[in-house]
Each structure stands twice: as structure tokens, then as C-alpha cells.
């Protein structure tokens, strides 16, 4: 089943993936590779290999299992768009989230170039779809910003940034296109701080473009103690628009089966197919 989550912008998380590898500022101090190392070698633990990369197509059909709509975020726990994730699997990956569309998917990347490149091409049957929300990180100037270029090139219907953790001023910059902005400072052990003038300014540019903006948190080292109140009040903003109705549960379990068969192609991979990156589905995540 899906786990509820604490991230304040989002109701639970999906992990038809796991793993991932640090190309950026912004990875440094990884919530997802400090959760997943500290079961490293516990036989059984989703995370029985750490934060090497897996693919677990078990959890294709989870989304068709759940009760209820909820908003979601894929791969809190990775990064689809990895070079090592063939195309095909991001596409079932995708389509899952075509089929159970009573749901909201946030999905999130550093690896923005992929993202442009496969939304214009293999991926062009979702772009229009607005339950699904296509995000990049934005972190620095030298990194984060040019991922914006990226996101906005592509055709997607709603697009979003996370600025998390913010490290810098980042100056002036286009936000034309973009549906929703989210700001935040690191948290935990050797965060590096934030300064408020850095959010002030993305919130000027978001209220002049008319931007959903969401305030996630100070941050800090203790970050319940620096909480995420800006100019004595939360900013909640989201995208809006109207979900579609939760098919009944005879139609869910259909599809459920469906791509729990799917399982056995990514099981069972050509011989003369790259390695494939599987794991069992284990629990939790």
C-alpha cells in the first residue's frame, strides 16, 4: 500500500523505483540515500541494498489498489528520469498514472533533459493530462536554473518547481508557464541556511505572474523549531482543477490485475537486455 507522508505538499508517495545517485548541490545531503542506507544489509528491508538503484515493478498496480483519491508523489525515494531506467519502464510508469487518473501525481526530477526529451516523444500521450504534475529541483543558479529552460520547453500541461533546499539568491529568472512553486530550506544535520530575501523574491515573481506558491519550511538543523510560517501566515497555494471521480472497486481490481501481470516482463528480461536494476516489493516504500 501507499505510504502516508509528512511532505507537507502531498498525501502519500509511490516507489515503482528506488535509488538514486547525487549529480548536484541539492543532493548532498540526500533525506532519501540517509532513510535507505540505514538498512543496507537487513535481509528482508525494502532497502536490504541501500540506495542502489532498483526498479520494483510490484508496485505498478498500487495505485488501482487504493481506496480512496489522494495526491501523490512518485518516486520520493528516486529519480525516474535516471539514465539507467530504460524508456520503457518510465513509460509504464507513466501510463499507470494515465489509467488511474482519480488520482494527482507530482512527479519530480533533476534529470530535466530526459524529462523535455521523452514528454516530446515517448511520453507525449500524458503531457495534456492534468492530473499529472511534472516538476524539476531547483537548488542553485549553476544548476537548478537551467532545469526551468528545460521544463518549460516541454509540453506538459501543469508544471511545477521545487526549490528545495534553496542555497542561494537566485536572482532574476523566468517563471512564465510554470503552474506552482514550491520554496524551502534544507533541514537536518550540516543544513545550510536560507536567507528570507531569497524567498521574498520568488514570492514577488510568483504573485506577478500569478503562480500557485507554497511555502514548505525554514529548515535548520531543528526544523520544528523554525517551522514554516512566512510574514506571520502559511502559503498552501496548489494548482487547481477538477478531479475525476474513483472508478468503482470491480473496475480498480481489473486494472490491478492488469499490471500485476506486467510484473512477469520486467522479471523475466531478454537475454540480450542490459542488466535490469529489480527488487522485490518488500514493504513500506
Same mark, same amino acid.
Given at each position: 500500500? $501507499?505510504?502516508?507522508?509528512?511532505?507537507?505538499?502531498?498525501?502519500?508517495?509511490?516507489?515503482?523505483?528506488?535509488?538514486?545517485?547525487?549529480?548536484?548541490?541539492?543532493?548532498?545531503?540526500?533525506?532519501?540515500?540517509?532513510?535507505?542506507?540505514?538498512?543496507?544489509?537487513?535481509?528482508?528491508?525494502?532497502?536490504?541494498?541501500?540506495?542502489?538503484?532498483?526498479? *520494483?515493478?510490484?508496485?505498478?498496480?498500487?495505485?488501482?489498489?487504493?481506496?480512496?483519491?489522494?495526491?501523490?508523489?512518485?518516486?520520493?525515494?528516486?529519480?525516474?528520469?535516471?539514465?539507467? *531506467?530504460?524508456?520503457?519502464?518510465?513509460?509504464?510508469? *507513466?501510463?499507470?498514472?494515465?489509467?488511474?487518473?482519480?488520482?494527482?501525481?507530482?512527479?519530480?526530477?533533476?534529470?530535466?533533459?530526459?524529462?523535455?526529451?521523452?514528454?516530446?516523444?515517448?511520453?507525449?500521450?500524458?503531457?495534456?493530462?492534468?492530473?499529472?504534475?511534472?516538476? *524539476?529541483?531547483?537548488?542553485?543558479?549553476?544548476?537548478?536554473?537551467?532545469?526551468?529552460?528545460?521544463?518549460?520547453?516541454?509540453?506538459?500541461?501543469?508544471?511545477?518547481?521545487?526549490?528545495?533546499?534553496?542555497?542561494?539568491?537566485?536572482?532574476?529568472?523566468?517563471?512564465?508557464?510554470?503552474?506552482?512553486?514550491?520554496?524551502?530550506?534544507?533541514?537536518?544535520?550540516?543544513?545550510?541556511?536560507?536567507?528570507?530575501?531569497?524567498?521574498?523574491?520568488?514570492?514577488?515573481?510568483?504573485?506577478?505572474?500569478?503562480?500557485?506558491?507554497?511555502?514548505?519550511?525554514?529548515?535548520?538543523?531543528?526544523?520544528?523549531?523554525?517551522?514554516?510560517?512566512?510574514?506571520?501566515?502559511?502559503?498552501?497555494?496548489?494548482?487547481?482543477? !477538477?478531479?475525476?471521480?474513483?472508478?468503482?472497486? !470491480?473496475?480498480?481490481?481489473?486494472?490491478?490485475? !492488469?499490471?500485476?501481470?506486467?510484473?512477469?516482463?520486467?522479471?523475466?528480461?531478454?537475454?540480450?537486455?542490459?542488466?535490469?536494476?529489480?527488487? $522485490?516489493?518488500?514493504?513500506?516504500?
Amino acid at each position: 500500500m $501507499s505510504e502516508h507522508s509528512k511532505i507537507e505538499w502531498t498525501d502519500a508517495t509511490w516507489n515503482p523505483l528506488r535509488g538514486c545517485t547525487k549529480i548536484s548541490p541539492g543532493c548532498k545531503h540526500c533525506y532519501a540515500e540517509a532513510f535507505a542506507e540505514r538498512f543496507r544489509g537487513v535481509k528482508g528491508h525494502p532497502y536490504e541494498q541501500g540506495f542502489d538503484l532498483r526498479l *520494483v515493478p510490484e508496485k505498478l498496480s498500487e495505485p488501482f489498489e487504493w481506496a480512496s483519491p489522494r495526491t501523490v508523489f512518485v518516486n520520493s525515494m528516486s529519480d525516474l528520469f535516471q539514465p539507467e *531506467v530504460p524508456d520503457a519502464y518510465i513509460e509504464d510508469v *507513466v501510463r499507470v498514472m494515465v489509467e488511474a487518473n482519480w488520482h494527482t501525481y507530482q512527479l519530480l526530477t533533476k534529470r530535466s533533459e530526459r524529462l523535455r526529451d521523452l514528454l516530446s516523444t515517448r511520453l507525449r500521450f500524458a503531457a495534456d493530462e492534468r492530473h499529472i504534475w511534472w516538476g *524539476v529541483s531547483v537548488e542553485d543558479r549553476k544548476y537548478g536554473l537551467p532545469r526551468i529552460g528545460h521544463l518549460c520547453s516541454a509540453p506538459a500541461a501543469i508544471k511545477f518547481l521545487s526549490i528545495e533546499p534553496l542555497l542561494e539568491d537566485l536572482g532574476e529568472f523566468d517563471i512564465s508557464g510554470v503552474d506552482w512553486v514550491i520554496v524551502g530550506g534544507e533541514s537536518g544535520h550540516g543544513a545550510r541556511a536560507m536567507e528570507q530575501e531569497w524567498v521574498e523574491k520568488i514570492l514577488k515573481s510568483c504573485r506577478r505572474r500569478k503562480v500557485a506558491f507554497f511555502f514548505k519550511q525554514w529548515g535548520g538543523v531543528h526544523k520544528s523549531t523554525t517551522g514554516r510560517s512566512l510574514h506571520g501566515r502559511t502559503y498552501d497555494e496548489m494548482p487547481r482543477f !477538477k478531479a475525476k471521480p474513483i472508478p468503482e472497486r !470491480k473496475t480498480r481490481a481489473f486494472l490491478a490485475i !492488469k499490471w500485476q501481470n506486467r510484473v512477469k516482463h520486467w522479471s523475466a528480461p531478454e537475454p540480450h537486455a542490459p542488466l535490469m536494476l529489480l527488487q $522485490s516489493a518488500g514493504a513500506g516504500l
